[in-house]
Structure formats: structure tokens, C-alpha cells
């Protein structure tokens, strides 16, 4: 008995050969790819002195253009508000087809194929599609992160809707009423705090993504800051970056007095 109890205790920590392969695997590979990439502490140490002066450049701020600062702020900040608008409309109806316990198998498989599609593409690159598709301007980025916006809400969406409790949902079936009551008072009274927070999220994520989208010509501050750029106008390059953070602290600051008023 003690013989076994002995065993047990020595085999009760014992090494993960296969774990600690798999990790030795990985480390080599890393370095394999690191050689392949021509990443050395050489070219690291060169890009460091490289950003110190690139950073001199960019100091100290310079502010006289506000004008063009504001504008593109403005038209970033109404991107972003309009694309949430419409995704936040359009997904609504998207989550509750997407969810497999409300709607039937014939209706939320396609409905998730197509929120997977709108989630596969990266928002620049949708960006880039409707550029392309529609010119330059505000409209193609609205619509671009619309599209980012429907796959993001929607999927969170289905999946909070997935997780509710039926008994509600049958209580309000057993009265007789229909689908929309149904949907009114046994569904979103149950997920309507998540969808808020969903929303407030992707409001957030909207105002970031909107200054990304103008560099490939979807309007916003992102085409000011791209132009600034390629004229090495660094100093007013700096007032941009530091309007934006501006801007995103201050939108966290709303969305954070906003959730804490609906605890």
C-alpha cells in the first residue's frame, strides 16, 4: 500500500515530454522564421536611432492648421457614428436569424455563413473594395465599416441570444402572443444590456477604425495624416496623432460614464 502511495506521489508531477517538445518545436521555429524574416538586434538597434530622430521631427506639435485638424476630425467622428448607426440597425435582425435556439436550421445557417463573410475581410481591405467600387470620400468608409460593424454586432449578438433562458420565452408563447411580442418582452429584455455594451464597443472600435480607413481614401482624418506624411510635415503630423488620442480618450470617457449609468 505504501509502495503505491510512494509511486502515485513521484508520478503526481510528472514531466510533459510531448508539451515540452511541442514547445522546443515552437522556440526553434521562431528562430528558423527570424533568420528567414532578417530580424537581427543589428537592424533593431539601427531602426531605434532612426525612430529617436524621426521623433525629433515630429516636435513640437504644430497646431496652426486647426482647420484641416478639425475638419477631418469631424468627418472621422461622423463616419463613425453613422457606420455604427447602420450596423448596429442591420444586425439586430441578423443576431436574432443567426440564433440557433429562436430561429430553424434553414435560416440561421445561411444568415451565420453570411455574418462569417462579413467578418472575414479585414476593414481596410473592405475599405480599399469600396473605393474602388464607389471613389474616393466618407461613403466608402461608412460603408466599409458598416460591413465590419454588421459581423462583429451580429455574431455577439446570436451567440448572447443562444444563451438566454427559454422558460421566459415559453411563458410568453404560452399567453398566445406572437412572434413580436415573443421577441419583445421573453428575448431582449434578457439580452439588452450585452447588446448595449456590443454597441458601445464597436461605437469605440468605429472611432479608431475611421481614422485607419482615410489612408486608403475613405475620408476622415486618416487622409489628412496620410498627406501630412508624404509632405514630411512631421510637426503637424504629431498635432494629428495627438487629436485622435484626444479623441478616443474622450469617447472611453463617455462610454464609460454610459455603462456605468445603465449598471
Excluded at 125 to 134: E, G, P, R, T
Aim: hydrophobic share 55%; aromatic share 10%.
Amino acid at each position: 500500500m505504501s509502495g503505491a502511495a510512494s509511486h502515485a506521489a513521484r508520478r503526481a508531477f510528472a514531466p510533459n515530454w510531448a508539451a515540452r517538445a511541442g514547445l522546443a518545436a515552437l522556440a526553434l521555429y521562431c528562430l528558423y522564421a527570424m533568420t528567414q524574416l532578417g530580424l537581427s538586434g543589428e537592424r533593431l538597434a539601427t531602426g531605434m536611432g532612426e525612430a529617436g530622430r524621426f521623433l525629433a521631427r515630429m516636435w513640437p506639435p504644430n497646431f496652426t492648421r486647426w482647420e484641416l485638424l478639425v475638419e477631418g476630425l469631424v468627418e472621422s467622428i461622423q463616419i463613425a457614428l453613422l457606420s455604427s448607426a447602420l450596423g448596429i440597425v442591420i444586425s439586430l435582425p441578423l443576431g436574432l436569424m443567426a440564433a440557433r435556439n429562436l430561429a430553424p436550421a434553414f435560416v440561421s445557417i445561411p444568415v451565420r455563413g453570411f455574418i462569417a463573410v462579413c467578418r472575414s475581410l479585414h476593414y481596410v481591405i473592405v475599405a480599399i473594395l469600396f473605393v474602388k467600387a464607389i471613389g474616393f470620400g466618407a461613403l466608402a468608409g461608412v460603408a466599409a465599416l458598416t460591413i465590419a460593424s454588421m459581423g462583429f454586432i451580429a455574431k455577439l449578438f446570436a451567440e448572447a441570444i443562444e444563451e438566454i433562458s427559454m422558460k421566459q420565452v415559453e411563458a410568453v408563447r404560452a399567453t398566445g402572443a406572437g412572434l413580436g411580442a415573443v421577441l419583445l418582452y421573453g428575448v431582449l429584455p434578457q439580452v439588452a444590456s450585452r447588446f448595449t455594451g456590443f454597441c458601445l464597443y464597436q461605437l469605440d472600435s468605429n472611432l479608431r477604425n475611421s481614422t485607419l480607413v482615410g489612408i486608403v481614401g475613405a475620408g476622415g482624418i486618416g487622409g489628412t495624416l496620410f498627406a501630412a506624411f508624404k509632405r514630411f510635415d512631421y510637426d503637424f503630423v504629431a498635432a494629428i496623432l495627438l487629436a485622435i488620442i484626444a479623441l478616443i480618450f474622450l469617447a472611453e470617457l463617455v462610454s464609460g460614464r454610459i455603462r456605468a449609468a445603465m449598471r
